[in-house]
């Protein structure tokens, strides 16, 4: 039986996810970043990645699994690249500091390449997408994250499912939005399987003989969307955020629930790209527009109301929500207005 869903206006929600991390010992500028992520992922359908994780959080932070007291700084390697330091803070504000980063260098260079080093879980990586698309700048963010997926051809797990964005900023109207994860299906759709007890297809997973199976109970590892092409992806993405940066790789990437008390020493590759050095910015929002006005006027296939663009459908959610407040589960909504930090 399914938990019953509680309807809660977006302000209340970030405060209440604002208030829950401080209370577990995040400094406060740190807590108020890391909500706006969560309340940026619940508000768009995302919820994956929004208040469903506040009790994981706030566990981590208050034993010790996020430095509260970091030494975060910007080096900058070259007239358009740098590493950002994050000294195992919170992903959050971490990778918004170094999108800033990218973002100036982007300005001034006309592409902005910064590697993040040594961080927290970063959330949805579409915000630091979104956040450079509202610069006027297309971007490309890519994060690692633990193994939990076998290599093409492979049984054990190796790689993570290892997200990839990319955003770039319309005229008028909202930003293209692209953020993906390289598994067929994200781990919480086992989770969620598990819970009501259905079966899955069986080209989302495999069982510990590297078979696949239909039986969420019976999962051992994801398996990469599109088989091979999702295998080269999330190599792709290990290399640019793992080993580019002298960090773990790999099946050597820590584990997200293992132990709350260890840093992860997670790495995140963002490039910026300012559209003025290239074709020029104006050349630039008026092929967008006429892109996404072709793309709308493109007759739906039957069972599709239209065509959109990569992020339209989030900011359609957005809008509703705005009318009915954000759904989260009763248990969660209570987690949230109580005292408990995990």
Known sequence: MSEPLVYVERDRLRQLMKDKLVKAGLPENHADKTADLLI???ERGIHSHGAVRMQYYSERVSKGGFNLTPNLRFEKTGPASGIYHGDNAAGHY?????????????????????????????????????QAALEG???????????????????????????????APRKDGDPIVFDMATTVQAWGKILDARSKHKSIPDTWAVDKSGSPTTDPFK??????????????LMMMVDILAGSLLGLPFGKHVTSMYKDLTEYRRLGQFQIVI???????????????????????????????????YPGEIQNDVMKQYKETGIPVTKDIFDYLESDKIY
Do not use: W
Not at 101 to 115: D, M, R, W
Not at 278 to 305: R, T, W, Y
């Open 40 to 42: 940026f992922a619940d």
């Open 137 to 167: 700048m297309v971007s490309i963010t890519v994060c690692q994250s633990d193994p939990m997926v076998v290599p093409f051809g492979g049984s054990e797990p190796y790689f993570g499912t290892n997200p990839i964005a990319f955003g």
């Open 274 to 308: 300012n559209p003025e050095y290239f074709g020029g910015k104006e050349q630039f929002l008026e092929n967008i527009s006429q892109m996404v006005e072709e793309l709308h006027d493109n007759p739906p296939a039957e069972g599709f109301d239209k065509v959109y």
């Open 94 to 130: 971490v990778s918004y500091q170094a999108t800033k980063e990218a973002i100036e260098l982007a300005k001034t260079s006309g592409i902005g390449v910064v590697g993040i080093k040594e961080m927290g879980h970063s959330g949805a990586i579409g915000y630091y997408a979104r």
């Open 219 to 232: 999962v051992n590892a994801l398996l990469p969307v599109a088989g091979p092409k999702g295998y080269g």
